[in-house]
């Protein structure tokens, strides 16, 4: 088992036919950890969560997106005392394939709500390590992002990504409200922090901040 000094791990899992990031978090071996997003066909994560003899303390959505939610009931079944945390303006999402955006792709998405709903602000406990809940709207009015400042992590859903940033043509995204969150917020961390996007690679802030082209110009269009 990790000591108790040990920063969380965080392990990454592409999933689904939108290769969506969903992640383990963790303090290691026998411990404590979160699953944050549970896209399509999770079975690789949970037989990590299982190998890895974790207790399962929380399922995070960072968004009720159909990619982000497909695998919830499988995951609800494998760690049954997992509450599941979404944010409250998403909460009617899960069983909606219209709001989810699952009905657009011919394939519904109807999981069981969330148990505990976020307003942003919160402070959750992984171990002896805190994570702030940043409500990130934009994308989606119910984004949210972890922030963990001792880690120098933070995972943002779909709002910010490796040279890019969230779609904002859905119906229910909001272009000044993802702009907002990705300026005013997300750049508001630490240069040095790690950011776990929803979709590809892992980048950090400081290098969105000077390289991303989206943050330079006039608003424009992105993927995920």
């Known amino acids: 088992m990790a000591g108790p000094t040990a920063l969380p791990q965080i392990e ?100 069981k709500g969330p148990d505990r709903l976020l307003h942003g602000g919160e402070t959750l406990h992984l171990g002896a390590w805190e994570w702030k809940v940043m409500h990130t709207p934009g994308h989606s009015p119910g984004m949210i992002a972890l922030h963990c400042a001792a880690c120098h992590a933070v995972i943002v859903g779909d709002t910010l990504f490796a040279g890019s940033i969230g779609r904002y043509d859905y119906p229910t995204s909001d272009e000044a409200a993802l702009f907002r969150s990705i300026r005013e917020g997300l750049m508001a961390l630490p240069d040095d922090t790690r950011v776990l996007a929803g979709h590809g690679p892992a980048t950090t802030i400081g290098r969105e901040r000077k390289f991303n082209p989206f943050l330079r110009g006039p608003a424009a269009g992105a993927g995920g």
Do not use: K
């Open 12 to 111: 990454a899992f592409a999933l689904g036919p939108f290769g969506t990031n969903c992640y383990l978090v963790h303090t290691g071996h026998g411990g404590e950890g979160w699953i944050v997003d549970a896209s399509y066909g999770p079975e690789e994560l949970i037989d990590r969560a299982r190998a890895l003899a974790l207790r399962i303390t929380g399922i995070i959505i960072t968004h009720a997106h159909g990619d982000h939610i497909a695998g919830l009931d499988d995951i609800r079944a494998a760690f049954p005392n997992a509450p599941v945390y979404a944010h409250q303006a998403e909460a009617d999402w899960f069983g909606n394939p219209d709001l989810n955006l699952s009905a657009a792709f011919g394939a519904p998405v109807r999981v």
